[in-house]
């Protein structure tokens, strides 16, 4: 017997080495992505710091339930049957326990499933090569590895289902030349069995029913019998899937897509065509090399093809190409593993064309992950044969490779950090004014969640969240630029002009279209009442007793931009709050940071001279050393202001004006409680009208309730308080005590307790 001799063994051809470079090359490529947080979508699959998930929540336990429910499910839509998914954040959750400790670790997860992808694929392909090319095996594993369209499948968590389809159908094709080899029947139940877990993480899996029949054609020599019972063994997964989908879980909420998310919604079949062929060209050359990464590609993102498009053509002619050399190796019989790459690819990547239904987000990185194993496959094949050529001897190639590796491992090493969190990402994924109208407005939206939660939590970097509110109000209109008729994005960006800018005339110009266009839009009313409730306050509070108050007389009051004194009474809610707890240099330092960042978003109150915040500064300093007597500093700025207006207003004028915008703000609330069912905003009304000390107008909207026959013992009590606060004591106690005959009659559980504190409060009237 002749003696092998171990000093040729090549490295690659040890598959224990070949297992830990693969392994490691996942680490060096993700390693940095472990340290991440949550990010986009990861809440439709996990426990996330924003919510959670009611399966994953429940550990073990739920896995029956898991494999009987969709794996997500929202107000807009219910998502797909992905169990297997699900089950695997079930089991971390169960092992690992809270979200917080845990994110580090399914991040980890994460980029050990890529890494085992690596090994099945090398296996794999030795397996269908019979090691007759390791080398190639290896090669393949490792660019497939490296590319940086995968960025998206390893940093997100949500899209751990395109990990997992992939590696149970490459393991189910394993299978099926297992069984092509060695005609054992357990293999063929192996291969049915890992196919149905594929499908059970996500149906990208469902073109290996036809991938793997077509590899076993192309690598094996099998007569058409047993390759229909390899397909027979795929399609009896494929109708056990459809049984648990169909007969386990209910299909009721369907979601209505948008041309927001893709301009094809709603176009017939042949205007889809062009588009089906750019998705193609785009999918191929991101496969091979992709460096301008984005999250999401709507509406807006890419050219909208058509016949004419120049990129049509090119599109049409890379399929053809395509075509054409499969074409010729099927009939040449040659080049088998470049024939089987390409239908690979065109198999894989044909769902995601938008030709028979278009996609949510026209292209997507995702998509891609399956259908860039055939192109690599594909390019190793054509550097293999190109070894034979004079220029591809040497070290030519080897030197090609080794740069096309490092190039993508660098752009992936790069990219990895903008999915960090989900602000990392959109900030990113929107620079340069990406024009794609989704991916600006969930920029947009995330930006204002984290500016409400600053606002309601104060850390003191007060000038970071006025700059957040710039950047959302900018990504805003970026998305309407390109989008205009976009409701929700306008909402927002009108709440964003209430609630932080303080313009309310130009969040009610933008509620009033929104409502002319769907009467019905409670959200739009409701940031139109708050706004017009605002506008009533604020003028309440101008100093029209100084009578330095001057105004436009060609504005009506609802309409002009009072954003300087909103502004103003703002800071002066602020302030008390940030007061309550004593005045003190770290209390002023905070007070004149939100001082800066108002000037940050109105320029007016910055080109004061001097500037809005130095004399905040200056002067609560004075007040906080002793050198001034206590006093209401915005005062002078509210003079100040006072003086640029135009048209003196009296006092008769202004009470008039006070009237009109009270009546507007009562109108508006009856309108909303009637629409919607509540009173929602009459109690808005109130709180408002208490801050503006028009007791007058909450005696007036509580009566209206009471005379409309939709009082309560609440509409007595406010009356009375009401009364109360105008010096009317009896007026006061007579309302009182109506309100507590309404509670005596009340059945609510804590009425007993709400009548007593009432009592005391009617006979502590007479003691004031």
Same mark, same amino acid.
């Given at each position: 017997?002749?003696?092998?001799?171990?000093?040729?063994?090549?490295?690659?051809?040890?598959?224990?080495?070949?297992?830990?470079?693969?392994?490691?090359?996942?680490?060096?490529?993700?390693?940095?992505?472990?340290?991440?947080?949550?990010?986009?979508?990861?809440?439709?699959?996990?426990?996330?710091?924003?919510?959670?998930?009611?399966?994953?929540?429940?550990?073990?336990?739920?896995?029956?339930?898991?494999?009987?429910?969709?794996?997500?499910?929202?107000?807009?839509?219910?998502?797909?049957?992905?169990?297997?998914?699900?089950?695997?954040?079930?089991?971390?959750?169960?092992?690992?326990?809270?979200?917080?400790?845990?994110?580090?670790?399914?991040?980890?997860?994460?980029?050990?499933?890529?890494?085992?992808?690596?090994?099945?694929?090398?296996?794999?392909?030795?397996?269908?090569?019979?090691?007759?090319?390791?080398?190639?095996?290896?090669?393949?594993?490792?660019?497939?590895?490296?590319?940086?369209?995968?960025?998206?499948?390893?940093?997100?968590?949500?899209?751990?289902?395109?990990?997992?389809?992939?590696?149970?159908?490459?393991?189910?094709?394993?299978?099926?030349?297992?069984?092509?080899?060695?005609?054992? =029947?357990?293999?063929?139940?192996?291969?049915?069995?890992?196919?149905?877990?594929?499908?059970?993480?996500?149906?990208?899996?469902?073109?290996?029913?036809?991938?793997?029949?077509?590899?076993?054609?192309?690598?094996?020599?099998?007569?058409?019998?047993?390759?229909?019972?390899?397909? =027979? #063994?795929?399609?009896?997964?494929?109708?056990?899937?459809?049984?648990?989908?169909?007969?386990?879980?209910?299909?009721?909420?369907?979601?209505?897509?948008?041309?927001?998310?893709?301009?094809?919604?709603?176009?017939?079949?042949?205007?889809?065509? @062009?588009?089906?062929?750019?998705?193609?060209?785009?999918?191929?050359?991101?496969?091979?090399?992709?460096?301008?990464?984005?999250?999401?590609?709507?509406?807006?993102?890419? @050219?909208?093809?058509?016949?004419?498009?120049?990129?049509?053509?090119? #599109?049409?002619?890379?399929?053809?190409?395509?075509?054409?050399?499969?074409?010729?190796? +099927?009939?040449?019989?040659?080049?088998?593993?470049?024939?089987?790459?390409?239908?690979?690819?065109?198999?894989?990547?044909?769902?995601?064309?938008?030709?028979?239904?278009?996609?949510?987000?026209?292209?997507?990185?995702?998509?891609?992950?399956?259908?860039?194993?055939?192109?690599?496959?594909?390019?190793?094949?054509?550097?293999?044969?190109?070894?034979?050529?004079?220029?591809?001897?040497?070290?030519?190639?080897?030197?090609?490779?080794?740069?096309?590796?490092?190039?993508?491992?660098?752009?992936?090493?790069?990219?990895?950090?903008?999915?960090?969190?989900?602000?990392?990402?959109?900030?990113?994924?929107?620079?340069?004014?990406?024009?794609?109208?989704?991916?600006?407005?969930?920029?947009?939206?995330?930006?204002?969640?984290?500016?409400?939660?600053?606002?309601?939590? @104060? #850390?003191?970097?007060?000038?970071?969240?006025?700059?957040?509110?710039?950047?959302?109000?900018?990504?805003?209109?970026?998305?309407?630029?390109?989008?205009?008729?976009?409701?929700?994005?306008?909402?927002?960006?009108?709440?964003?002009?209430?609630?932080?800018?303080?313009?309310?005339?130009?969040?009610?110009?933008?509620?009033?279209?929104?409502?002319?266009?769907? @009467?019905?839009?409670?959200?739009?009313?409701?940031?139109?009442?708050?706004?017009?409730?605002?506008?009533?306050?604020?003028?309440?509070?101008?100093?029209?007793?100084?009578?330095?108050?001057?105004?436009?007389?060609?504005?009506?009051?609802?309409?002009?931009?009072?954003?300087?004194?909103?502004? +103003?009474?703002?800071?002066?809610?602020?302030?008390?709050?940030?007061?309550?707890?004593?005045?003190?240099?770290?209390?002023?330092?905070?007070?004149?940071?939100?001082?800066?960042?108002?000037?940050?978003?109105?320029?007016?109150?910055?080109?004061?001279?001097?500037?809005?915040?130095?004399?905040?500064?200056?002067?609560?300093?004075?007040?906080?050393?002793?050198?001034?007597?206590?006093?209401?500093?915005?005062?002078?700025?509210?003079?100040?202001?006072?003086?640029?207006?135009?048209?003196?207003?009296?006092?008769?004028?202004?009470?008039?004006?006070?009237?009109?915008?009270?009546?507007?703000?009562?109108?508006?609330?009856?309108?909303?409680?009637?629409?919607?069912?509540?009173?929602?905003?009459?109690?808005?009304?109130?709180?408002?009208?208490?801050?503006?000390?028009?007791?007058?107008?909450?005696?007036?909207?509580?009566?209206?309730?009471?005379?409309?026959?939709?009082?309560?013992?609440?509409?007595?009590?406010?009356?009375?308080?009401?009364?109360?606060?105008?010096?009317?004591?009896?007026?006061?106690?007579?309302?009182?005590?109506?309100?507590?005959?309404?509670?005596?009659?009340?059945?609510? #559980?804590?009425?007993?307790?709400?009548?007593?504190?009432?009592?005391?409060?009617?006979?502590?009237?007479?003691?004031?």
């Amino acid at each position: 017997m002749r003696k092998t001799n171990t000093s040729k063994i090549r490295f690659y051809e040890n598959n224990k080495l070949v297992y830990f470079i693969l392994i490691s090359f996942a680490f060096l490529l993700y390693g940095n992505s472990i340290s991440h947080s949550y990010s986009v979508d990861d809440e439709l699959v996990t426990n996330t710091d924003r919510q959670i998930h009611p399966l994953v929540d429940q550990g073990l336990s739920a896995i029956p339930e898991i494999f009987t429910s969709h794996y997500a499910q929202n107000t807009e839509q219910t998502y797909e049957y992905r169990p297997v998914v699900i089950t695997t954040f079930a089991i971390e959750k169960s092992l690992f326990g809270s979200y917080v400790r845990r994110v580090h670790i399914s991040h980890f997860i994460q980029v050990l499933l890529y890494g085992l992808l690596g090994l099945v694929i090398f296996s794999l392909l030795n397996q269908v090569f019979k090691k007759e090319k390791t080398a190639l095996s290896f090669l393949i594993a490792l660019v497939f590895l490296s590319l940086p369209v995968h960025a998206e499948v390893v940093n997100s968590l949500k899209n751990r289902d395109e990990l997992l389809s992939l590696i149970f159908s490459l393991l189910a094709f394993s299978q099926a030349f297992k069984f092509a080899d060695h005609k054992r =029947l357990l293999s063929l139940v192996w291969s049915g069995l890992f196919f149905l877990l594929a499908l059970m993480s996500k149906k990208t899996a469902l073109p290996f029913l036809a991938i793997i029949p077509i590899g076993l054609y192309f690598f094996r020599s099998l007569n058409l019998k047993n390759i229909g019972v390899v397909f =027979l #063994s795929l399609g009896l997964a494929r109708i056990l899937f459809a049984a648990f989908k169909i007969g386990l879980v209910d299909e009721t909420k369907l979601r209505t897509f948008s041309t927001l998310e893709n301009p094809l919604f709603g176009q017939d079949f042949m205007s889809r065509i @062009p588009s089906f062929f750019y998705s193609i060209y785009w999918y191929f050359k991101s496969a091979l090399s992709h460096w301008d990464f984005h999250f999401y590609y709507g509406f807006g993102a890419l @050219p909208q093809v058509n016949y004419s498009h120049p990129m049509f053509f090119l #599109s049409l002619f890379l399929v053809i190409g395509l075509l054409s050399v499969l074409s010729y190796g +099927i009939i040449k019989k040659k080049n088998v593993g470049l024939n089987f790459g390409i239908i690979f690819f065109l198999l894989s990547i044909f769902g995601a064309c938008n030709l028979l239904f278009p996609m949510v987000g026209i292209v997507a990185e995702r998509l891609v992950f399956t259908a860039s194993l055939g192109i690599v496959i594909a390019l190793a094949f054509l550097i293999n044969g190109a070894r034979d050529k004079s220029w591809g001897k040497g070290i030519i190639l080897p030197s090609i490779v080794m740069l096309y590796l490092g190039i993508n491992s660098f752009l992936v090493i790069q990219r990895n950090p903008d999915w960090k969190n989900r602000i990392t990402l959109f900030q990113k994924d929107t620079e340069n004014n990406f024009p794609s109208a989704k991916s600006q407005a969930v920029y947009g939206q995330e930006l204002q969640f984290l500016i409400n939660q600053e606002w309601l939590n @104060p #850390s003191g970097q007060d000038i970071d969240m006025f700059n957040s509110i710039l950047k959302a109000q900018e990504a805003y209109q970026l998305s309407l630029k390109t989008y205009p008729n976009y409701p929700k994005i306008e909402n927002n960006l009108a709440y964003l002009y209430s609630m932080y800018f303080q313009d309310h005339a130009k969040a009610i110009e933008i509620t009033k279209k929104l409502l002319k266009q769907n @009467p019905s839009y409670r959200e739009a009313r409701e940031n139109q009442l708050s706004a017009t409730l605002k506008v009533f306050t604020t003028w309440c509070k101008l100093p029209h007793d100084l009578n330095d108050l001057r105004w436009k007389a060609d504005q009506e009051p609802i309409t002009t931009n009072q954003a300087e004194f909103s502004l +103003i009474q703002q800071f002066e809610e602020r302030g008390k709050a940030v007061l309550s707890k004593g005045m003190n240099p770290e209390a002023i330092e905070d007070l004149v940071s939100f001082a800066q960042g108002i000037e940050l978003i109105n320029p007016t109150l910055a080109n004061l001279k001097p500037p809005f915040s130095e004399t905040v500064n200056k002067q609560l300093n004075l007040l906080y050393s002793g050198a001034r007597p206590s006093y209401n500093i915005l005062d002078t700025f509210r003079i100040a202001l006072a003086e640029n207006f135009s048209h003196p207003l009296s006092n008769r004028e202004f009470q008039e004006t006070k009237n009109k915008l009270r009546d507007i703000c009562i109108l508006e609330a009856r309108t909303f409680d009637q629409m919607h069912q509540g009173t929602w905003a009459l109690d808005l009304v109130d709180k408002y009208f208490i801050e503006a000390q028009d007791y007058e107008g909450i005696i007036a909207i509580h009566k209206e309730q009471i005379k409309n026959g939709r009082g309560s013992s609440k509409d007595y009590i406010q009356i009375g308080n009401a009364y109360l606060n105008l010096g009317d004591k009896e007026k006061s106690k007579k309302a009182l005590k109506l309100g507590l005959e309404g509670l005596k009659n009340s059945k609510e #559980s804590n009425a007993k307790k709400e009548i007593e504190a009432l009592n005391k409060f009617i006979e502590s009237i007479d003691k004031q």
